[in-house]
């Protein structure tokens, strides 16, 4: 009998069809052959990752950190803006973390939404972060002893497009969409970015990419840029990140042989248990155009099995159902237990909505100062 999603109706049987056409989220075991396909499949993986043109905006010291601003050229659009947050007074070189902002439907800022740099933060940026226990994580992390990396990725903050750059017709869609509430810049540009998006996948698809490989991209090249620095140890490197933050690092994981450790937080389930739920809700960085026909998501997030990863889940996330959580974490804990290293995968279950509170927090920093040998 045909499943009945109630999104496809009359066309429920799409998906049994495409299933008969090809195996949909075949078994994508760890190793370099998988990476590999993501690669492919991802685009933006081939030639030179690093930063141009590094300048130091300004520097500053706050609340016991050392903090710089620093931008870099990917090549191509506005410069890259970036924190660098590390313990004031340092001795010696110390790990090295790419904190990876999320997504949020917030394109507005980027860093500053997980950052305070030497200003009080923006009244919205403080109102977001309630999902964050209200406080700029990648502060308290760099506290913990870590030179944290925070920049700006495509489409956010200093990579932002302009309202001048993006057609009138979705311009005109926002403000309908917004039609009725109070003015707000910030908010009507995070609506024109929310239909945007699209045809910036499209524009990725001309140019034989992916959203998600643009921003992997930009991403690796800011890992480069950290792993350079010489108060960092360059075998002692991170990532993680929330929501948008941690689809980020799972492509980072996988595409960055330097990764050393990860947590991912509140970004994970199958896809067949997003299948008539949360499709809508997603950014196209989760969906890189044809990996169903190679692999699920947690496989990508076990592609570098018997790395240390933690995974972190809200067990009453809107944005995933139950059972597509549980399964991915199954699914990561098999990949792990193949490649002989069951301990080095943990996941957790918090209880409720899409948060990285300070309960959680706690636990990702002490894991990774365990698995970065700072403790």
Known sequence: MTTHYQHLGKFSDWVEAAGRKRELYPNAAPGAATRQKLCEV??????????Q???VERAWEQDGLAGEEISWSVGYGPRTHAYVLKPLNAAGPLPGLVALHDHGGFKWFGKEKIADGPEAPHPAVVAFRSCYGDRAYANALARQGFVVLIHDTFLWGSRRFGL??????????????????????????NQVAFHHELWVEKYC???GTTMAGVVSYEDRVALNYLRARADVLPERLGCLGLSGGGNRTALLLATHEAIRA????GLMSTYAGL???NVMNHTWMLFPHGWARYGDWPDITASRAPLPLLVQYDDQDPLFTPEGMHAADERIAAHYRQAGAPAA???QFYPGEHKFDLEMQTAAFRWLQEQLALA
């Open 275 to 277: 299948l008539d739920h």
């Open 164 to 189: 001048e750059d993006i057609p009138p017709g979705l311009i005109e869609q926002a403000r309908s969409d917004l039609r009725g509430s109070e003015y707000d810049e910030i908010a009507e540009y």
């Open 205 to 207: 698809a001309l140019l």
């Open 262 to 265: 990860a947590v991912i937080v």
């Open 53 to 55: 043109a590094v300048q």
């Open 345 to 347: 995968y943990c996941g």
């Open 42 to 51: 991802l685009g933006f993986c081939d030639g030179d990752e690093s930063p």
